[in-house]
Structure formats: C-alpha cells, structure tokens
C-alpha cells in the first residue's frame, strides 16, 4: 500500500483539457464554419426562390414574399399543358443527347487522357496545349466555321440529322481530357509495367488495368459533362431547327415573352429541369470530389 501511495503522488498531474487546441484554432474554425454556412445559404437560396415562386400565381411571383398566397400549382399545370412540344419530349431528347454526350466523353475522354499522360509521341505537349487553349474560345466565337461545316455535312437540318450534329459538337470536352490525363498521371507506373510483363498491350493495360482505377476521374467528367449538355442553350439553339428536337432550356423560353415573363411555370420547368443533375450528384458526389482532387494534385 505505501509503495502504491508513493507511485500515485509521484505520477505527474495532468491538467483538464490539456489536450484542447489553442483558442485561436477555435476561433478561426468557427469563422469558418460561419462563413461557409453563410456562402452556402447564399447559393442555394435561388433554388429556393424558384421552388417557392412555381407554386404562386403570377400576380403573387412578383411580390417579394416567401410563401405563396395563395398556394397554387398553377405553374406546373401550365408547365405540363401549354408548351409545345410538351414536357416529356423535352425531357426525353434532354435526357437522350445527355446520355450520349455523357457516354462520348467518358470514353474519348479516358482514351485521349490515357494518350497525354502515358504515350509518347512527337509534340503530345504541344498538342495537349493546343487542347488547353480551347478552353480559352468562347463557343460564339466558334459559330460561323462550326456552322458552316455541319452545313455542308448536311448536318442542320429539320430532321434526324439535328442529334448527330449536336452530338459530334460536344462529343468530348477539354475539360474531359485534362481531368483524365491528370489521373492517369498520379497513377504508379509499376501497374503498367506488371501488365505488360504478363504480355498486356497498351490497349488492354488501358481497358483492364487503368480504366476500372479511374472511377472517381470517370465520375467528375460524367457529372461535368452531363450537367453541360442536360443545360446546354447555345448549340442546341443553333442547331435543333425542329421544334419536336428541343431540350428543356429550350422549352423554358417559351415562358418569356416581349414585354413579360410568365414567372410560375418558368420556374417550374426549372425545378423539374434540376431534379436529374441534383440526383446524379447525389449518388456520385463520394467518386466527384476525388476524381477532381486527383485531377489538381498533378501538373
């Protein structure tokens, strides 16, 4: 018993919260947390304003009041009645050229990313800058060469032709290729080089080996493009000529007129115009917010 009371009041006494960070770190952390809580409330209250304007009617959208007197569903009836076409072929050639353009870039993407981070060959740098500095031209400034040549392809016309032409415009992005060849260039070489020595080809150590590891890269570029393509206006403008071919941006302009703006089913369709991007980022956030990591850890 003495030995046990001579090692208890030897053992050194620690201090209550010794462990707790300085209170600046606190202090700073809860700015932080103030200021992004603050942005955030900042971004999302237009969805918000949306959301609360499509269920007013229009004499009420124009007052600046957050609930709806009277509460109405008069902008999605209008919504679902008066567009021409009407909601769900907007929807379907929407959804149709988005799944495509997604699907294009995915696969161009990974291919041409692949290329510019492992391949070499004469003036690939030159070339990967070149791609780069598309990203620089805005797309009107592209519109008459762009036009001209799906003109002579007979590509702009009231017809089937009016998805290819679009497609083949946004078939792969700039963006799509950096985020993969800055993947691929945190990827080990050891992986290829097992491969090879088990007789792999490039092709099949890119199908088998580095493809399935890039998932997170493959999900940033599906959500970017996807979200490009579903709120796409400009090209889609320029090149559906017929009515039956029109996208959801499309549609909604029908809600704007001249001298007024038809506000409720505006922002109706643009509620129901956002649901699919909120969903896609939803199930793929986890894959998107590594897949653009990897793509800045990298030069």
């Known amino acids: ?25 606190t202090i700073a952390s809860a700015l932080s947390m103030v200021i992004l809580f603050g942005y955030s409330i900042f971004v999302f209250l237009p969805f918000v304003w949306s959301v609360i ?8 959208s124009l007052r600046l009041t957050f609930i709806p007197n009277p509460f109405t569903t008069y902008g999605y009836t209008k919504a679902f009645t008066q567009l021409d076409p009407n909601v769900v072929i907007l929807f379907f050639n929407s959804a149709l050229i988005a799944a495509i353009v997604t699907a294009t870039n995915i696969l161009l993407g990974a291919l041409g990313g692949y290329a510019f981070a492992r391949l070499r060959f004469p003036g690939r740098e030159v070339l990967f800058l ?3 500095g598309t990203m620089m031209i805005p ?16 590509l702009v016309a009231p017809g089937p032709e009016n998805y290819l032409g679009l497609i083949l415009i946004l078939a792969v992005s700039a963006t799509s290729l950096f985020i993969m060849r800055q993947f691929f260039l945190t990827v080990p070489y050891d992986l290829e080089e097992a491969a090879m020595l088990d007789g792999a080809g490039t092709f099949t150590t890119f199908w088998q080996v580095m493809l399935p590891l890039s998932k997170p890269a493959l999900a940033a570029v599906a959500i970017l493009s996807f979200q490009g393509s579903w709120n796409g206006f400009f090209w889609p403008l320029v090149i559906l000529q017929y009515k039956g071919h029109w996208t959801l941006p499309l549609g909604i302009t029908q809600f704007r007129f001249l001298y007024n703006t038809d506000w409720p089913p505006l922002m109706a369709l643009t509620v129901l115009a956002t649901i699919p991007i909120l969903v896609l980022y939803v199930f793929f956030q986890r894959y998107f917010v590594g897949g653009t990591v990897s793509a800045a850890v990298k030069g």
């Open 53 to 60: 304007t499509s269920f007013k009617t229009l004499p009420d």
């Open 130 to 132: 070149a791609v780069l």
């Open 1 to 25: 018993m003495t030995a046990v009371a001579e090692t208890t009041r030897a053992a050194p006494i620690v201090a209550k919260g010794g462990n707790r960070p300085p209170i600046g770190h």
């Open 139 to 154: 797309d009107q400034l592209r519109l008459v060469p762009v036009y001209q040549i799906l003109t002579a392809l007979h």
